[in-house]
T-cell receptor
Framework: DAKTTQPTSMDCAEGRAANLPCNHSTISGNEYVYWYRQIHSQGPQYIIHGLKNNETNEMASLIITEDRKSSTLILPHATLRDTAVYYCIVRVLKNTDKLIFGTGTRLQVFP | GAVVSQHPSWVICKSGTSVKIECRSLDFQATTMFWYRQFPKQSLMLMATSNEGSKATYEQGVEKDKFLINHASLTLSTLTVTSAHPEDSSFYIC??????????FGQGTRLTVV
């Protein structure tokens, strides 16, 4: 079973920041938080991952709370092409560890 | 990011026939690949873990004799849906691990069994 809970859907205006929350209250000390997104009828796309510290890349920022029980993915300037289902996943970093997807958050960016 | 390619992108087959789907890591070697299935408006469901040179590990409830997985090289895994039926119609997606940290996904294969 997925170890994360996310809101079913969210809306965001184009150009605004999209903040997508994720709850992972049972996360273990060696589990990382991963974010992927899936645009309709495509395979998931890797966005970012982190363990404890906040992370930023060209796509997004990941804010992880100090107790690591929740995190927020931030798309700083959402565009219409960011409309997708966003999945938050916790995973141990070893080469056999599976990525188990939850239900994700459907983000709709509107003009 | 790394590239994972699936072929075909879509396929229509007759009930009772078998269909093979290929998953290739184009610019890296992947000792581990994963196969998922996704029904409309649902999340991805993990079917099996494919390890190069060894037997696949199937998730509970997935029939290993129906969904044959072969991972013969570090860049290729195949999923064969045997004796396909309409209820097997779905979106099949593979994923390949690059090193220990990142998993990259193929573009998916839409299977329709008529």
């Amino acid at each position: 079973d997925a170890k994360t809970t996310q809101p079913t859907s969210m809306d965001c205006a184009e150009g605004r920041a999209a903040n997508l929350p994720c709850n992972h209250s049972t996360i273990s000390g060696n589990e990382y938080v991963y974010w992927y997104r899936q645009i309709h009828s495509q395979g998931p796309q890797y966005i970012i991952h982190g363990l404890k510290n906040n992370e930023t890349n060209e796509m997004a920022s990941l804010i992880i709370t100090e107790d690591r029980k929740s995190s927020t993915l931030i798309l700083p300037h959402a565009t219409l092409r960011d409309t997708a289902v966003y999945y938050c996943i916790v995973r141990v970093l070893k080469n056999t560890d599976k990525l188990i997807f939850g239900t994700g958050t459907r983000l709709q960016v509107f003009p | 990011g790394a590239v994972v390619s699936q072929h075909p992108s879509w396929v229509i087959c007759k009930s009772g026939t078998s269909v093979k789907i290929e998953c290739r890591s184009l610019d890296f070697q992947a000792t581990t690949m994963f196969w998922y299935r996704q029904f409309p408006k649902q999340s991805l469901m993990l079917m099996a873990t494919s390890n190069e040179g060894s037997k696949a590990t199937y998730e509970q409830g997935v029939e290993k004799d129906k969904f044959l997985i072969n991972h013969a090289s570090l860049t290729l895994s195949t999923l064969t849906v045997t004796s396909a039926h309409p209820e097997d119609s779905s979106f099949y997606i593979c994923s390949a691990l690059q090193g220990r940290t990142e998993a990259f996904f193929g573009q998916g294969t839409r299977l329709t069994v008529v």
